[in-house]
């Protein structure tokens, strides 16, 4: 391909040049994409032999911007918002992949934090998108990378426990998703640092629920089971000197046998032994 040089190559040596050249690339195949837009306004997929490898590059080279320029290079790509949900998804992708590949962590760390708080901030809740903008969300928040985010400087995840507390009372009552995504993010090592108060959010969620309501995919009641489940095996000592924490359980426990999950009551049995 034509652009090899720049997308899989070494580029013209010139990190500013290269950037200028991704962007005009990344602009001219949006453009293309946003023309053939489909119902909602949904995008057209990045294009085959160009369209996915730019978004790589530019998730490359935004981890490289000095501090302070990052933003030029990923703004344009989110920008585009949940129409171009595709292109989005492979970019932040991208941005995850970087860990593996060895590049540093702390300007990850900053790049991360700036465009998550970007898609909390940012209107992607349009009619007929507003699930891909939740999933966006959700994706740059890490969830399903968590084995990369282990990669990052101790503390990465009590270092982001705000942007995690803002999105948790803004969207996790919007989809079943978010749920599922944020239980299983909680049951890692990653995320477990971050469990007990995940515990609490979750609880005033469900709370706020209506009882009879029942979630439409069955993997949403197995995740939260398997949370509680993790919590009750992994932080048992500390759910026992954290109150708050452990009437989450109890709230979470509940709300699962007010839906008649079997294994509900099982779960309860053993909260209350932690008393």
């Not at 040089?5 to 195949?29: K, S, V």
């Not at 997929?45 to 302070?68: D, R, V």
């Not at 590049?103 to 708080?117: G, L, N, Q």
């Not at 999933?135 to 990465?156: K, T, V």
Request: include cysteine; proline fraction near 3%.
């Amino acid at each position: 391909m034509v652009f090899n040089w720049l997308i899989d190559g070494g580029g013209t040596g010139d990190r500013d040049l290269d950037t200028r050249l991704a962007l005009r690339i990344w602009d001219y195949d949006a453009t293309r994409a946003k023309a053939r837009e489909k119902k909602h306004g949904e995008y057209d997929l990045p294009s085959q032999n160009l369209g996915y490898g730019i978004l790589l590059k530019l998730a490359a080279l935004s981890i490289t911007a000095p501090a302070g320029e990052d933003r030029e290079v990923w703004e344009p790509v989110l920008a585009h918002g949940p129409a171009a949900h595709y292109a989005l998804q492979h970019f932040i992708g991208g941005l995850f992949l970087r860990l593996g590949k060895g590049d540093d962590p702390v300007a990850f760390e900053r790049v991360w934090r700036a465009t998550a708080e970007y898609g909390l901030a940012a209107n992607w809740s349009q009619p007929g998108l507003w699930f891909y903008g939740e999933r966006l969300i959700c994706d740059l928040l890490g969830f399903g990378n968590e084995d990369a985010l282990s990669r990052l400087n101790s503390d990465a995840a009590q270092r982001m426990k705000d942007v995690y507390e803002c999105w948790a009372a803004a969207h996790l009552a919007r989809d079943e998703e978010c749920v599922t995504r944020f239980c299983h993010f909680l049951t890692t090592k990653f995320g477990a640092p971050l469990r007990l108060d995940g515990l609490r959010w979750l609880a005033v969620m469900l709370t706020e629920r209506e009882p009879s309501n029942r979630w439409y995919r069955e993997g949403t009641n197995d995740a939260l089971v398997e949370l509680v489940a993790v919590a009750l095996s992994s932080d048992a000592q500390a759910l026992s000197q954290h109150a708050q924490a452990r009437q989450a359980l109890v709230e979470i426990a509940a709300a699962l046998a007010g839906m008649n999950i079997p294994v509900a009551l099982a779960l309860q049995e053993r909260i209350k032994q932690l008393r």
